[in-house]
């Protein structure tokens, strides 16, 4: 069965700081992955997603991520952190059964330090 | 464009009530999804409509749950008689193409749901 596995329910990094958000999956299939971000009182808006095409995708807000089937991972990572990329992140995959549905990590939430 | 939009943002209900959550897709999208999550777990798939068409309802948690969406637009899920165990967040999704992997979903922001 596929799955995803975030690392971390919370994480805290200073402003400027390197942003690094864990994300391992375990697939018997070429998987299809996704990052959404959880700002307060908003809905989930994709950051970014993997479709085979290249390996490092670059999402919104500087975001990206890489994907490594060696590790079977798919971390986010952003160069310098800003306050206003406090919020919660989801790692989710989609699976087939009949249609196609997202099976999401436990999310991490990121605090931004001044 | 008008995203996803849910009613209400918050419902606080005794145990044994009813309540209905509603979901308004993006305007031309005919899927839409519910998923649920509860305090400190991880979101979860609940079901998928097609059209007016239920397309997998595997996540459905017992029948206390009904979901329907008539005409194909807006969606609602009815919980009766709503349990402690029901509290969470349901968001909604909707997308344009369930028969690609890749088909972003987009969300909408939730309906909190507490049962006292």
């Known amino acids: 069965a596929q799955s995803v596995t975030q690392l971390g329910s919370h994480v805290s990094v200073s402003e400027g700081a390197l942003v690094l958000l864990r994300c391992n999956y375990s697939?018997?299939?070429?998987?299809?992955l996704f990052w959404y971000v959880q700002y307060p009182n908003q809905g989930l808006q994709l950051l970014l997603k993997?479709?085979?095409?290249?390996?490092l995708v670059k999402g919104i807000n500087g975001f990206e991520a890489e994907f490594k089937k060696s590790e079977t991972s798919f971390h986010l990572t952003k160069p310098s952190a800003h306050m206003s990329d406090a919020a919660e992140y989801f790692c989710?995959?989609?699976?087939?059964?009949?249609?196609?549905?997202?099976?999401f990590g436990t999310g991490t939430r990121l605090k931004v330090l001044a | 464009e008008a995203g996803v939009t849910q009613f209400p943002s918050h419902s606080v209900i005794e145990k044994g009530q009813t309540v209905t959550l509603r979901c308004d897709p993006i305007?031309?999208?005919?899927?839409l999804y519910w998923y649920r999550r509860v305090m400190g777990k991880e979101i979860k798939f609940l079901l998928h409509?097609?059209?007016?068409?239920?397309?997998?309802e595997s996540g459905m948690p017992n029948n206390r749950f009904l979901a329907e969406r008539t005409g194909g637009t807006y969606s609602t899920l009815k919980v009766q008689p709503a349990e402690l165990e029901d509290s969470g967040v349901y968001f909604c999704?909707?997308?344009?193409?369930?028969?690609?992997?890749?088909?972003?979903?987009?969300f909408g922001p939730g309906t909190r749901l507490t049962v006292l």
């Open positions: 989710a995959v989609s699976v087939y059964s009949g249609t196609y549905k997202y099976i």
């Open positions: 999704a909707s997308s344009q193409d369930s028969g690609v992997s890749t088909d972003t979903q987009y």
């Open positions: 697939s018997s299939v070429p998987p299809y």
């Open positions: 305007s031309g999208h005919d899927n």
């Open positions: 409509f097609v059209k007016e068409s239920k397309q997998d």
């Open positions: 993997y479709t085979s095409a290249a390996t």
